[in-house]
């Protein structure tokens, strides 16, 4: 059973377009986070929700828009797609508290033409 | 705010060398520390973590890492690695604020 899925694995678009990355997780988890990846590999964290609230909001161009519809669900809307979005997208929960570890999704590869 | 720095960015070995990757943060608090790893073309996985108690810490595939708190250094190592072991390496530092913050990464080439 996967903990946390990410749909597409792959997406190839061009630009100006707008496209949605969803992301589920099955373990109850109360925080969701997205990461974005870029071709030097470097991780940086995008946003994260807490109970269907915002509570991190990196410095992200507003074309890029989280959206929980529930706890179990972070998506991640991207209007007017450009060429430096063609990224490595991860999704990842964890518990609200405790020291539990984050765990990750597979990841969506996003190619912007 | 809390910071994270590895300070080799693609390190080469032959196989069976030793391995030992630079990690060090910045952070006031206490923190928990994490290891992750990316095969290519794979997802993220977890190596190791620290939250307390022995500084020395053991994970999977034989990988181990050291907290020393007062260099703020989460190094990790391994003694003998194996082509395998290519990857990437990220260290992350989570504070107390919930905030995860990962290294920019360490590419790993283990040539056979």
């Known amino acids: 059973d996967t903990a946390v899925s990410q749909t597409p694995k792959y997406l190839v678009t061009q630009m100006g377009n707008d496209k949605s990355i969803k992301c589920e997780q099955n373990l109850g988890h109360d925080t969701m986070y997205w990461y974005k990846q870029d071709s030097k590999k470097f991780l940086k964290i995008m946003f994260s929700?807490?109970?269907?609230?915002?509570?991190i909001n990196e410095t992200v161009p507003n074309r890029f828009s989280p959206k929980s519809p529930d706890k179990a669900h972070l998506n991640l809307h991207i209007n007017s797609l450009e060429l430096g979005d063609s990224a490595v997208y991860f999704c990842?929960?964890?518990?609200?508290?405790?020291?539990?570890?984050?765990?990750f999704g597979p990841g969506t590869r996003l190619l912007v033409l | 705010a809390q910071s994270v720095s590895q300070h080799n960015h693609h390190v080469i070995l032959s196989e069976a060398a030793s391995l030992e990757l630079g990690c060090n943060y910045s952070y006031g608090g206490t923190v928990n520390l994490f290891w992750y790893v990316q095969y290519p073309g794979q997802h993220l996985q977890l190596l190791l973590k620290?939250?307390?108690?022995?500084?020395l810490v053991k994970g999977i595939k034989g990988f181990e890492a050291e907290f020393i708190k007062s260099k703020f250094s989460f190094n990790l190592r391994k003694p003998s690695v194996q082509w395998s072991d290519t990857a990437e390496y990220f260290c992350?530092?989570?504070?107390?604020?919930?905030?995860?913050?990962f290294g920019a990464g360490t590419r790993l080439t283990v040539k056979p």
């Open positions: 620290y939250f307390s108690g022995d500084p």
């Open positions: 992350a530092v989570n504070g107390n604020n919930n905030d995860m913050r």
């Open positions: 929700y807490n109970n269907k609230e915002l509570i």
């Open positions: 990842a929960s964890r518990p609200l508290s405790g020291q539990e570890t984050q765990y």
